[in-house]
């Protein structure tokens, strides 16, 4: 075994052993994941959308090692404060109190009884009771929104990035995210959603559909795992990550 290698593979038990000790072993397969993905296509900035408090950014920061910039995009008001609290200190952590949808314009905002459901959809009938009382609208607040197509030239010309990742936490409405991309999506390097296996929002849209819209655009499967410690004996959401076809070789 190389030195490189035996150095890799202690760094990445050492890691299994913090997430384990703090109650996130669940997130090993993603950080992993990420660390690969963003070094191997020299990724320079994160686009956030649905930060909630910035757990994503902070995942990115202390665990995976991007020091590229990280847009984040938190539609709640509530939060929102607390967020820009923990990114002061990151002059490459930019928030944006703003929602990303297909459109430019408003739109009402749920805000749910437990803040990181919060969405421009509305919850489910029917939900497990898991979900029944969190995810549940509490009052809704009228919110701007924009297109990523509309919004990303600005961005790039304030930020200076050149291949930037795409990343949607929006409870139901990443298909709108991307759809407001327009052409634009095959500007980015990758794709990290979140794939609905039993939707708990109206209208959502499952992960079969999501996949297949990723892939009519030329993004291919790169790794797919659990988003959160799991209901089981049934799986409700995972997230998958995709790449972008035109940056693997000899496809």
Known sequence: MSDNRYARELAQRWLAVRLAVAGRVHQYPEILSLRRFLSAFAVDCVIDVGANHGQYATMLRRDVGFAGAILSFEPNPEIFGGLAKRAAGDARWHLFNIALS????????????????????????????????????????????????????ELAAAHGFRRPFLKMDTQGHDLSVCEGAGAMIGQMAGVQTELAVRPIYEGGTGYRAMIEWLEARNFAPSAFFANNKGHFPRLVEMDGIFVNRALLAGE
């Open 102 to 153: 297909d459109f430019d314009g408003t739109a009402s905002f749920n805000i749910m009884a437990a803040d990181q459901f919060s969405s421009l959809e509305k919850p489910a009938q029917g939900q497990d009771a898991i979900f029944a009382e969190r995810n549940v609208v509490t009052r809704s607040v009228d919110m701007a929104c924009r297109r990523i197509d509309t919004l990303i030239p």
